[in-house]
């Protein structure tokens, strides 16, 4: 591997072999298998970024084929290839290719598969029954639903699901000793909140904050280019609290100091909502939650960030007044 | 396959006389054709046949080609019309008759179906055409004011088609039906021709589909046909069974079994809610919900996601047939929506409108929408409260009878017989004033028909005519 | 004066060349200078209607190129055409036509640009660049905002103000001279008042008025009466006496009949409840005028405007009914 | 026809003919007229994707033409190239060639007619009149509105409607008892449900579920990767119930465990909300259905998943605390 | 430098090298330091519009090869150039030529940068890597959340915060002296309000002002196409006074003096409901603000200017009665 390897800690602490994968045992257990046994049908990976799709489709021909397996692997992805012809000629061409010694198949590796129109998929289809003796394709995608029926059943299925807080937080911990560098335990677990089970999400984190110092909640929202929780929740205090003037001065502050977008802060404020470090009635986490969905829609649609955000503490100022009206 | 003619080619017009409700654009066309056959080509070497669809246009070149002896060539929109493949035309075009040879007319149909891109060139080619000709040529479009239509306009005789009555278009059916032996009723013949709306050619298509689907046409058939067919439920059983429903199950059973579209299911529901529910209240709540599903409709039409089709039938049913919670039930007559009536019946007026509006846009350089919002509704005024001056400006502005009959309402005839009187008058030499002529030589006030010399021969005709009572269209020099 | 052919004044008294226009002097002399120079970048006219700006356009155009000016110049309205491909379609073919002696460009006027959408306009934006050899664009629009940044960082903008009071009876006066029509001063005034400064508009009203009689405040109302469909009005009164059906059908009426768009209605409605013709509460105008904001908010989204407006008037019918019932 | 025929039930059992066909009866019927007369006119299918206008059309031309209709017959479909350009050469040159004897008319099928531009439907138009003695259109569309006039006027219309449920079931049990696979009622009634009146989707689903074993309910769930409605109905339950956060961690189970999308879990949720299983005030149902829909709309509008269907949770529980308030 | 940069004063008061920068202290000397070690890593800018960013850009680049500097630096505007095609092409291109003496990389400066979307921003960063021993990206954004993580964690991060009030009028003052124009205070604070931390735009409106006279608020206002706030806030006072009519009156000489269309009136009421002149209850502000949110949304979404904003004001005045008749 060249020096961006060395570089990039999510490449560099990448798992070259099944035995390397840490979690996803169900899946590993499956996967061995086919190892031991030299043959395997078309796999079809989904599961949400960051579980380790791409990284087990690549440990399990290392396995099959040795340290030179990417000649035997042909990889392709969606949204680089444009439609469905250039797949088609890359995949004869590859097809044509000689066969690995020992391994009767070689694989086709085809990421962001779901992003394909049903019509190429229906292509793809064809091709992956025209191809069946001399390779396998292993096709990932976020969700299956979007992958037409025909695939699915011509495909082992394989679910990835987010990692878990403690196998995350160990491997962070694990690369810790490895760089030698200093932490806290908060800090990795903001990262791992952060990083919402996306394990290479989050090594990239923990790579950005560790080169500014100690790993540390407040370095780790500053290298995300985050507001401090702590922040968002006293605008939401300050709003409900009828302070209406000093919340919008705050947010004007965040989206100054952070360089958040308007979107951006309607989903901290969404995450802020649920957590417990903010005392709020239960009935209350309920509406701003029904209001933020309207806000964020708005904010998708184009509507002027700073208005909405701030027609969005209006609203929590009137609701506050409310709330202490009626008790 | 012979015998498989369709009836729209089997029954076309041989001769001129079979082209029938067209009299004026013959009145115009004979002579200007004649001209040509005494070897005496007239100053517009082209004609130009505008009007809507099916009224003859083609018809009338073809019976005319055959009456004359002449070759007919034609070129339409199948054809490629780039400049290489209107000079190909124009080679032809170019060379005198041989001794043996037949005389030609050219036919170039639909010419405002000319495209930008494919048929790069094909216009100016076509201007080309018509300088060098040494044959007739006649043009056909359905909407000649397209702006880059300009040219063609001013190097052409213009020559105007009326959409046919209903009455002609029930003779034709008829006596195609008596050679066909095709047993018919009257009705049914009636009901076909007020849907194709003046277009002879679709109400042709339709008989033959029906005659040779049922080997008859009754008005029984010709309605299935003609409204929605395939169904579980009529429209009326569907509202029965909508209204009735006391759960959601049942209200959307109701609207998805049936074949009618969503759109007109929409419009049956919109039609018959303030029929069913009597409390203000209800009717209110039902059209909430009636709105509600056709903005789900209106989002499916610009996203284009037909996953959100099952919400317009949520909406639209259950959401109308809970609206109900203080009407009673009652067993309620319910009526055909009354808005696809309207629109079936107002279409030539609206189409009228748009001819108009577009006219007058384009004279004073603003959009159509805003000369129906702020100019219509004045010269509505004028033309209803002084026919005098409103016959000024119906020449000016060269209006049809059709537009000035949306104009003036009630006071038609009044307006019309300020025109006769105008053009009378016209008729004296020296009448017209320096000022109206400057305008028409403005390229784009430019008279449609021809300079003034021609303009006061056609003029001298077209009064006589009026005099003698006859025809419904006036297009009017100056 | 013709006594055969008349137009409308509004056509007939329009200016033809640049020296004929009579108001906003700072625009005219910068134009008249892009005709000494037979030069000039692309212009963006910005104004309320009626203060001139297409017939500045086509004024241009003719102290440019002479009496056949329209030869040069493609006219287009963004309003009329169907989407921007029939715009690029138009403007292609036209740039390929011949160029004008003597002038180094021809001029494509875009008429209601601001009625494109963002996406329109980009690509309006790449065919100004592409042709920009060739040819000039003249955008004409009522809010400089709501045209793209970028397009308006490549046109020279025009301002155009609304007229002056004494500018517009000046003009209608002139006008009446010529047409020897009677009027009053105070007549005018009414027209000037109607007309908000929209020089057509008031152009229009004179002629009809002028039709019907000497030109008085009286006859204007009643002209600009005529103008407006009773069945408006009608409409309201039904609707809130409980006539829902009928209250339907004059909405038809106005619909089919008169061809008015579901906007258009509403803004009638606007003129209506607040106008001293209509007996109504202030309360009852100012909620039907808010419930009119929300139904035309809907008439964007939905697909069918009768169906909308339909619930605004089984509202109105609702309010009537309520209306009765507290008094 | 080849294996692959052999291996998709969606292929093999693709009606061959007209009588194969087992809905549309009326249009059937219609079609059936043709055949019998050996004449038709040109004909519009028009309709909802999956409602089985292209199968009609195929059979159509395969009863007047018998197996190897497809000689006679022109496909072109959106993905090919449909400019005015190959209408004018492709279809005009098959239009003019040579009719074999003993057949009436050849065919000419356009799928999606209604994405073609007017251009090329202006010069289609001319192609229908001018072969109209040898060649028959059938143009298949989404929207009719979006075919030009002359080309309506010039054609019989036809409407497809999505199919009803005996239908569909009828035709999956029919199809179970030739390939002698287990099924119960209720099995094949969730397939319905899932496919949505398509039936291509539907037969695809009862072979992958028919492959793991007898086709029941918890078996097509699984097969499709969709969540079982006991879960998402339990899910809503406990938001209406004002368990608002236990219903939220239900949610992110769901989109976890079975990678559903947002839209995957809207509409589940839509289809459980009619269902008799799911105790609910008939009233409700409808205004849960429209909420559903707006947020599925915010979704399609790009919206984030995780917050729209927190709101869409959050306005469950308040409208269940309102439910109990007002009872 | 042509004529133009001297005509536009934000183009001739634009810093050349990062010691004329007198903002932005920390950003410079870390920039400084950069030019010190003739080495760099990839570069990330982020920052609302015109706090220096493209400025401190050019300066760096500047510093580093001299007076020349543009030659050994490729500029490009992601949202301008059609695709990741031309974007890689040009890459290529300028990846081969010359290296600058004495410094062993180019700069390529990619403008823009967050609005591409996420599948070009991942060939981009295959750029970065595969061009990186000859070239270093410098890639500016608004909103740093907007690019993707692979990306932010190849660059040093630089954040442009919004520029200081005292900083901006500074150096508009040093402006107005260079120029020799007139001003007063309250002019340049006017302008400082208006342009929010812009300071391409402060000196944009100060050049425009200067050109009509003495830089006051009036004409700062009129230069600018804004409504004067005065007037925007006796609007509002007379709607919530119940002069309704009046009220819209004036809206409507708003919209037609200024060429306001409803966004820009909405934005201007926005900002005065919060300013002191404004006598209004606290509470009365919050219910605008959230009310002025849902017509902004509409406007957006495409709704008619004066229906809307007419609607506005209905509401205003409703709301001004129901206060009155509390008090």
Chains 1, 3, 4, 5 share one sequence.
């Not at chain 1, 495909?155 to 962070?172: G, H, M, Q």
């Not at chain 1, 929202?221 to 709003?239: D, F, Q, S, T, W």
Request: charged residues 30%; hydrophobic residues 40%; glycine residues 4%.
């Amino acid at each position: 591997m060249s020096s961006i390897a060395e570089l990039l800690w999510a490449e560099k602490y990448r798992p070259r072999s099944l035995d390397e994968i840490v979690n996803q045992e169900e899946i590993v257990k499956r996967l061995k298998k086919f190892v031991e046994e030299k043959n395997m049908p078309h796999l079809l990976f989904v599961g949400p970024p960051g579980t380790g799709k791409t990284t087990a489709a690549h440990a399990l021909a290392h396995d099959l084929y040795g340290e030179n397996y990417l000649q035997y692997m042909l990889e392709l992805n969606a949204s680089d290839e444009r439609g469905i012809d250039t797949i088609r000629t890359k995949v004869k061409e590859f097809a044509r290719s000689r066969t690995p010694p020992g391994v009767p198949f070689k694989i086709v590796l085809l990421d962001e598969a779901d992003n394909m129109t049903a019509d190429a998929q229906q292509a793809l289809r064809r091709l992956m029954e025209m191809y069946t003796a001399s390779t396998r394709f292993i096709l990932i995608a976020n969700f299956p639903s979007k992958i037409i029926e025909p695939i699915q059943s011509r495909c082992a299925l394989f679910r990835f699901t987010p990692l878990k807080k403690e196998d995350v937080i160990a491997r962070l911990k694990w690369i810790c000793e490895q760089e030698k560098c200093k932490y806290t335990e908060e800090g990795l677990e903001t990262i791992y909140e952060i990083s919402e089970g996306d394990m290479r999400r989050a090594i990239n984190v923990l790579q950005a904050a560790a080169a500014i110092g100690t790993v540390t909640p407040d370095i780790v929202y500053k290298v995300v280019g985050l507001a401090h929780p702590r922040e968002i929740r006293e605008m939401i205090k300050l709003a409900l609290d009828g302070q209406f003037q000093r919340a919008r001065d705050q947010l004007r502050q965040l989206m100054i100091n952070y360089g958040l977008s308007g979107v951006d802060v309607i989903k901290q404020i969404h995450r802020e909502i649920f957590s417990q470090e903010l005392k709020l009635p239960e009935e209350l986490r309920v509406m701003i939650a029904d209001y933020a969905g309207e806000i964020q829609f708005r904010l998708v649609e184009g509507a002027d960030d700073e208005i909405q955000l701030s027609a969005f503490l209006a609203w929590l100022t009137l609701l506050g007044q409310k709330m202490r009206a009626s008790s | 396959m012979s015998q498989r003619i369709p009836w729209v080619i089997k029954y076309r017009p041989k001769r001129i006389a079979d082209v029938a409700n067209q009299d004026q654009a013959k009145e115009k066309f004979i002579p200007w054709l004649r001209q040509w056959l005494q070897g005496r080509p007239p100053e517009k070497k082209a004609a130009l046949f505008y009007g809507p669809a099916g009224v003859g246009k083609t018809s009338l070149v073809e019976a005319a080609a055959h009456e004359y002896g002449l070759e007919l060539i034609e070129m339409n929109a199948s054809d490629f019309r780039r400049k290489e493949d209107i000079e190909r035309i124009a080679k032809v075009a170019a060379t005198q008759m041989s001794l043996f040879g037949r005389r030609k007319i050219i036919l170039l149909d639909e010419v405002d179906g000319i495209s930008g891109t494919a048929d790069r060139g094909g216009l100016d080619a076509i201007l080309e055409l018509i300088k060098i000709t040494k044959h007739p040529i006649v043009m056909t479009a359905n909407d000649p004011w397209d702006q880059k239509l300009r040219p063609l306009r001013e190097a052409s005789l213009m020559i105007p088609f009326n959409r046919l009555s209903e009455r002609y278009v029930v003779q034709v059916l008829k006596r195609i039906c008596a050679a066909e032996r095709i047993e018919c009723e009257d009705a049914a013949l009636k009901y076909i021709a007020q849907r194709c709306e003046g277009d002879l050619r679709s109400a042709i298509n339709d008989l033959q589909a029906i005659a040779e689907g049922y080997g008859k046409v009754t008005l029984d058939i010709v309605r299935n046909l003609v409204v929605s067919r395939d169904r579980q439920y009529t429209p009326w059983e569907m509202l029965r069974n909508l209204f009735m429903s006391k759960y959601a199950w049942q209200a959307k059973r109701a609207v998805t079994h049936t074949d009618l579209d969503y759109e007109t299911i929409l419009q049956w529901i919109n039609e018959n809610i303030p029929n069913q529910y009597t409390d203000p209240e209800d009717v209110w709540r039902a059209f909430e919900s009636l709105a509600r599903a056709d903005i789900y409709l209106g989002r499916i039409k610009r996203t284009l996601s037909w996953d959100l089709l099952s919400y317009v039938f949520d909406l639209a049913g259950p959401g109308v047939a809970l609206a109900r919670k203080k009407s009673k039930f009652r067993w309620a007559k319910y009526s055909f929506p009354q808005k696809i009536m309207l629109l079936a019946k107002t279409k030539e007026m609206r189409e009228i409108r748009e001819a108009l509006a577009d006219a007058i846009a384009k004279r004073i350089h603003t959009s159509r929408t805003t000369v129906k919002r702020e100019v219509l509704p004045y010269l509505m005024i004028i033309f209803r409260e002084r026919p005098d001056y409103a016959a000024r400006i119906a020449v000016g502005y060269n209006l049809t009878d059709n537009m000035i009959k949306y104009l003036a309402g009630p006071l038609y005839s009044q307006v019309k017989e300020h025109i006769n009187m105008l053009l009378l008058r016209m008729e004296k030499p020296a009448t017209a004033s320096t000022r109206v002529e400057t305008r028409a030589t403005q390229p784009q006030t430019k008279n449609e028909e021809a300079g003034t010399s021609k303009a006061r021969r056609a003029t001298r005709k077209s009064s006589r005519r009026r005099r003698k009572g006859g025809g419904t269209q006036t297009t009017l020099p100056l």
